[in-house]
């Protein structure tokens, strides 16, 4: 086996990281175009939302948009980078020299595997908190949802609010147990229409039952006047447990190194975190995704004879195959929150597949 040139190989991965990040600019824009518009549609009952609002918004769900568009952006650079090499008869000589597709291909696997790493350790957390900040603009803004819920390590955060008043509930601690919600050190707080504080309530503890929010030991404090105290209390809510079952926040607006954390909090509450858990695989999956779209690309674009008549039929077919994956990977995302696959073997299984069908094609081609 000939010894591969370390020249040669940066000379590879140059041309390779020139078409991916020149793609990827494309991909930036029309993302950045369409998110706008799409936007402009939704909001056009919106009152007070201008265009700089609506562009600001595009801009923090851009990054997330992008990371799902990765595995394409690197199949084709890497088809594209075949194209040109071949074109300019390059991949002929390089070839003629006794390399193996296993040698040519280690540098833009290589790569493709640094920038899988680098999107999942550092893009990531970025991109999530961008989405997170995107997704409460998008709430506030254009749904203007008048119950909001939030559960994270800071307990439990309810907001219900009407025409003439709101409230605030925030417990320390909640837990599940035979379809009952548990509270721990209930703060609530009361606004009128103009959001002055009209009524606070501290209790020790607290349920959520249908229709009612049940607080035990409880101190009613109202402005300007005695507090009293109430060995228990009813207080009247249109929160259910399903929807403080669905409040958890979205996995897309956590970050990978965060994930664990919650989930482990998640757990211990009593929920159940199956999506935070196979977002957090489907991330951990991501840089071995990317590394075999390379292979799936050289399967259709790296022959020893490829005329350029072919390339058309090629690229087509490579496009197809990119697409049948993305759907096969949404199909078995879909079916792992469904718990009908297990949580491994729905986020991983289409970088195996993928994987397996490059490394298939090329075994077969090059050493068969």
């Avoid at 009128?192 to 606070?200: I, K, T």
């Avoid at 695989?281 to 005329?307: I, K, Q």
């Avoid at 090629?314 to 929150?337: D, E, I, M, N, P």
Wanted: aromatic letters at 12%.
């Amino acid at each position: 086996m000939n010894r591969f040139s370390p020249t040669l190989s940066i000379y590879l991965g140059r041309h390779f990281l020139i078409a991916f990040f020149g793609l990827l600019a494309v991909v930036v824009g029309m993302i950045l175009l369409f998110d706008t518009i799409e936007l402009m549609r939704r909001a056009v009952h919106a009152e007070d939302l201008g265009f700089a609002t609506l562009l600001w918004m595009a801009v923090m769900k851009l990054p997330h948009t992008v990371q799902d568009t990765m595995p394409f952006a690197i199949m084709i650079a890497m088809m594209y980078a075949l194209f040109r090499l071949s074109r300019s008869h390059e991949l002929v000589v390089i070839r003629s020299a006794g390399l193996s597709v296993w040698q040519f291909l280690a540098p833009p696997v290589i790569l493709a595997g640094l920038i899988g790493v680098v999107n999942l350790t550092i893009v990531d957390p970025v991109s999530a908190s961008m989405y997170d900040t995107y997704k409460r603009m998008e709430e506030g803004l254009i749904r203007s949802n008048a119950t909001t819920l939030n559960i994270g390590q800071g307990g439990l955060w309810l907001r219900e609010a009407d025409a003439d008043s709101a409230k605030v509930v925030h417990a320390d601690y909640v837990r599940q147990e035979d379809g009952i919600l548990f509270l721990t050190r209930v703060a609530i707080f009361e606004t009128d229409a103009g959001e002055h504080l009209s009524r606070r309530f501290e209790a020790a503890t607290g349920q959520l039952v249908e229709g009612f929010l049940r607080l035990d030991q409880v101190w009613d404090m109202v402005p300007g006047k005695k507090t009293e105290f109430h060995d228990q209390y009813f207080l009247p809510t249109a929160i259910t447990l399903g929807q403080v079952q669905n409040s958890f926040e979205a996995p897309e607006t956590m970050s990978f190194w965060t994930l664990p954390t919650f989930i482990n909090f998640s757990q211990i509450s009593g929920f159940s975190a199956l999506p935070h858990r196979l977002y957090w695989h489907s991330l951990l999956a991501s840089p071995f995704m990317l590394c075999a779209m390379v292979l799936v690309a050289a399967a259709f674009c790296l022959t020893a004879n490829a005329r350029h008549s072919n390339w058309a039929i090629r690229g087509t077919a490579g496009l197809a195959t990119g697409f049948l994956l993305y759907f096969f990977s949404r199909f078995t995302y879909a079916l792992g929150l469904s718990a009908t696959l297990p949580l491994i073997l729905a986020a991983w299984a289409p970088t195996a597949v993928a994987g397996l069908l490059g490394l298939t094609y090329l075994f077969h081609r090059e050493d068969g």
